[in-house]
């Protein structure tokens, strides 16, 4: 690319990042309008502009910040409305219309934690370094891979803050081992139940990702394509790196349109690994 052409674009990239921060700096989401005439663009410009460099429109990248801050807000504050109007929303009966779409459950059972839940784990060693797998009573809820024992226990922790955990019995330490054997043969499937918990967007991508069979491979814009929102490829890459169960939703089998490996929550070296093993690295 000669510098004439580069400079535009550099120009481009500065006014979109400049825009992605004012969103995400601002209480309410701006307008259309106010984004473009802060990038100096026209409207429909702007929007062209904004989509080909995000993967996502201006109101797409807003509402999914959106609904970030409730997220985390859910956890911090001490009512769910607090959570709501902290988070940028001018009504709680607006986002309560979305709530499903926003968390997968209702806001109340999101903020809980894990608030009477029983949680059963065990940390064992498989061919990746530890592993830990901690399960409900509906079924497998988390398999997470690491080199610090404690770290993967402090991971579940975080994750379930108000639920209570215990350490697995004799009978659990069967369960283990299945997960184990199937994270060193991928191929064989894991016939358990899973209790996988995330939003409604997360939960069709991690079920597009099970339909990936072992040996293949697909990248972030297929995956949007079949969950059918094909502006979502940025959000694909979130809920892969929001996966709690290594292998069993097997997020590693997504790449890079160029085919190259980018970011996985257990590291690229076991996502490189975990290919090569299954035979499409």
């Known amino acids: 690319m000669t510098h004439d052409k580069a400079a535009p674009l550099n120009r481009q990239a500065i006014a979109i990042a ?7 700096e601002a209480l309410a989401p701006p307008t259309l309008g106010e984004l473009a005439r802060g990038a100096g663009m026209s409207r429909f410009h702007f929007h062209r502009v904004f989509r080909a460099l995000t993967g996502v429109t201006p109101k797409a990248y807003a509402e999914a910040h959106r609904a970030r801050r ?4 859910l956890g911090r504050t001490e009512t769910v409305t607090d959570a709501i109007y902290g988070a940028g929303y001018n009504s709680s009966g607006r986002f309560y219309d979305t709530a499903s779409e926003v968390l997968g459950m ?19 060693q498989c061919w990746l370094g530890a592993i830990l797998v901690a399960a409900t009573a509906q079924g497998v809820c988390a398999i997470l891979l ?12 975080d994750s379930f803050p108000n639920a209570r955990l215990i350490g697995g019995d004799v009978a659990f330490e069967a ?45 972030y814009a297929e995956v949007a394509e079949r969950i059918g929102r094909p502006d979502a490829a940025r959000a694909v890459a979130q809920a892969c790196a929001s996966n709690p169960l290594a292998a ?16 996985y929550r257990w590291g690229i070296a076991r996502k490189r690994a975990l290919l090569g093993r299954e035979g499409s690295a």
């Not at 409730?70 to 807000?73: E, I, K, L, T």
């Not at 209702?106 to 064992?124: E, Q």
């Not at 054997?181 to 997360?202: H, I, K, N, S």
């Open 70 to 73: 409730v997220r985390n807000a």
């Open 106 to 124: 209702t806001p109340t059972a999101f903020r809980a934690g894990g608030a009477g839940t029983t949680i059963r784990f065990a940390v064992g």
């Open 175 to 219: 369960l283990i081992g299945k997960v184990v054997g199937f994270v060193e043969a991928p191929a064989l499937g894991l016939d358990l139940p899973l209790d996988v918990r995330g939003t409604a967007l997360q939960q069709r991508v991690w079920q597009a990702l099970r339909a990936i069979p072992a040996g293949s491979t697909a990248t």
């Open 146 to 157: 690491g080199e610090d024992a404690e770290a993967l226990v402090r991971d579940l922790q």
């Open 18 to 24: 400049a825009a992605c921060r004012l969103i995400e």
């Open 248 to 263: 069993a939703i097997p997020c590693h089998r997504v790449v890079r349109t160029d085919g190259a490996l980018s970011g």
